[in-house]
């Protein structure tokens, strides 16, 4: 089932249940879709690769705002944007857990010949591409630092 099919089915559960804030991030979702479907290159249709980058692109806005919100002393607000962002987050595929990427980033890192963190670049290069949608950026970028300097 396309991703454009599952949120619909998504918002019309949404909707019967009353459960406003799955609705508001489903429709946030899909509005991106849209948007991303008529613009820029991808005119029609997106890849695979393309909708999980727009839902981890949603997931991450939504953390921003949560934390915005802790903040500013606002917890209704944080509550509803991380409620929103897990709801995001069950469309995306399984992330990984800490020692499953540190050991496939163990494996890059051997792949590409790093040794010292002056190569985080090539390693984070190869390893956004092969663990995208499975771990996102700033963690990746966490544990290379910490393979590369040990």
């Known amino acids: 089932m396309s991703l454009e099919t599952n949120i619909m089915e998504q918002m019309k559960a949404a909707m019967k249940e009353k459960n406003t804030v799955a609705l508001e991030a489903l429709r946030a979702i ?62 995306l595929p399984a992330q990984l857990s800490e020692e499953e990427l540190v050991s496939a980033l163990e494996v890059i890192v051997a792949e590409v010949g790093a040794t010292s963190p002056k190569d985080m670049g090539k390693v984070m290069g190869v390893a956004s591409k092969q663990l995208a949608g499975k771990a996102d950026g700033k963690t990746i970028s966490e544990q290379v630092k910490k393979i590369l300097s040990a």
């Open 30 to 91: 899909k509005s991106e879709l849209l948007l991303a479907k008529t613009s820029g290159e991808n005119l029609g249709e997106l890849t695979e690769q393309d909708e999980i980058t727009l839902l981890q692109k949603l997931v991450k806005q939504r953390k921003e705002a949560a934390e915005q919100f802790r903040v500013n002393n606002r917890p209704e607000l944080e509550e509803k944007e991380l409620k929103q962002a897990e709801v995001i987050q069950a469309f």
